[in-house]
């Protein structure tokens, strides 16, 4: 079992940037790689970025690209996301997941999920 817990989000303005974490608990947290997500109101839950578990290779939605990056403290069991140049479309909530199937970009292989950090960006 690994528990997860986001921390980070609020409310910040178009061009504005803010950095979540995620906090992991539990089994060994370097043996993940791990993934954030994201669900806005009415839409789909989506993925954003994922990084392996040694923080050698990174995976980005291409709308997030050159924006955001996803990086990990395996030290401190904490995965970041920082987010700049925010855009409104950014608004969501934003999930952290943990990596145990094969295909990175769909949520059905996280097996492990925190409970979400809000993310309001205003225009």
């Known amino acids: 079992q690994v528990q997860l817990v986001e921390s980070g989000g609020g409310l910040a303005q178009a061009g504005g940037s803010l950095r979540l974490s995620c906090a992991a608990s539990?089994?060994?947290?370097?043996?993940?790689?791990m993934g954030w997500f994201r669900q806005a109101p009415g839409k789909e839950r989506e993925f954003v970025a994922v990084l392996s578990e040694l923080g050698g290779t990174t995976l980005y939605t291409d709308s997030v690209k050159g924006r955001f990056t996803i990086t990990r403290d395996n030290a401190k069991n904490t995965v970041y996301l920082q987010m700049n140049n925010l855009k409104p479309e950014d608004t969501a909530v934003y999930y952290c997941a943990a990596l145990t199937g094969n295909n990175w970009r769909d949520s059905g292989s996280y097996n492990y999920w925190g409970q979400g950090t809000q993310v309001t960006v205003s225009s």
């Open positions: 539990g089994r060994t947290f370097s043996e993940y790689p």
